[in-house]
């Protein structure tokens, strides 16, 4: 009898699980935005459960998993969603973007954009809990960043299980075209200023993502060292936000500038 209540109360979650996925897939098809599917789901361990299902789907309809994001490493964002930890989502091919040229704002439901430092990996991070030495010694560069942020569920309406399940609020991302060694950076104290139309709409410092970006690369590899998709040399991560994040209209043009790694711009349609 305790197996079979164990087995319907699991049969239970995995299709509440896959209601949730399909809702936030369904508003990503549609271009609606759909309501909160925490009415669905309530743990951090279901919404990533359901974030892996959208994840496996599209790894099966041939997208590509280029990296990994981090999301939420703003404490005062943290405190909001009633957690002190990051969230993480995952990056595919298709989400980049060319620094310059043309994103068509469409493709986005409710777009916010934040500078961040991205760091590419030289090597594996299979296993952990890792040091910071050991993620440092693992990254090959570093590149300035602007993620687009979007979100499917309406009106950024978000708790914990609504951002972990819509894939940790993730939408494109543009990278830098200047890739820079870490030896001699000082992450920690790199300014960064975000322009629209050349006047400043955010500022801030790498000390703004969990005191310093490497912190937040060394939370990503120690979550997912153990799993069936940790991090992989070539993948990009997306440390997380440096400033306030910032709202995009048709038509913006954004630039980024972090201090040691260049600028990058994004550039939306009409």
């Known amino acids: 009898m305790d197996d079979e209540w164990s087995q319907a109360v699991w049969s239970q979650a995995v299709d509440a699980c896959s209601q949730a996925a399909d809702r936030l897939a369904e508003a990503a098809r549609t271009g609606k935005p759909c309501a909160p599917i925490r009415d669905l789901i309530g743990t951090a361990a ?18 590509r998993l280029v990296g990994r ?8 964002i943290q405190r909001r969603l009633g957690i002190d930890h990051p969230t993480c989502g995952a990056l595919f091919a298709d989400m980049a973007c060319p620094d310059g040229l043309p994103i068509p704002y469409e493709r986005l439901l409710q777009p916010r954009a934040e500078a961040e430092i991205a760091l590419v990996l030289g090597a594996d991070l299979t296993g952990g809990p890792f040091t910071a030495a050991e993620v440092l010694r693992a990254v090959d560069f570093a590149l300035v960043a602007i993620e687009i942020a979007d979100s499917r569920v ?3 309406d978000i708790r914990l299980a609504d951002t972990v399940a819509d894939n940790a609020s993730s939408g494109l991302f543009v990278l830098g075209n200047t890739p820079v060694p870490l030896a001699g950076l000082d992450l920690r104290a790199a300014a960064m200023t975000m322009t629209r139309a050349g006047e400043e709409v955010s500022a801030g410092s790498g000390a703004a993502c969990l005191g310093h970006p490497l912190n937040a690369a060394v939370w990503l590899a120690d979550r997912l060292g153990r ?17 306030p994040v910032v709202p995009v209209e048709p038509g913006d043009v954004l630039e980024a500038h972090v201090e040691g790694l260049g600028s990058v711009r994004a550039v939306f349609t009409k």
């Open 69 to 76: 994001k981090v999301g939420v490493t703003n404490p005062d």
């Open 46 to 63: 279901d919404a990533y459960a359901a974030q892996e299902i959208a994840t496996a789907r599209a790894l099966a309809e041939g997208r």
């Open 154 to 156: 309406a009106d950024w």
């Open 227 to 243: 799993t069936e998709r940790p991090l992989r040399a070539g993948e990009v991560v997306l440390t997380g936000a440096l400033g």
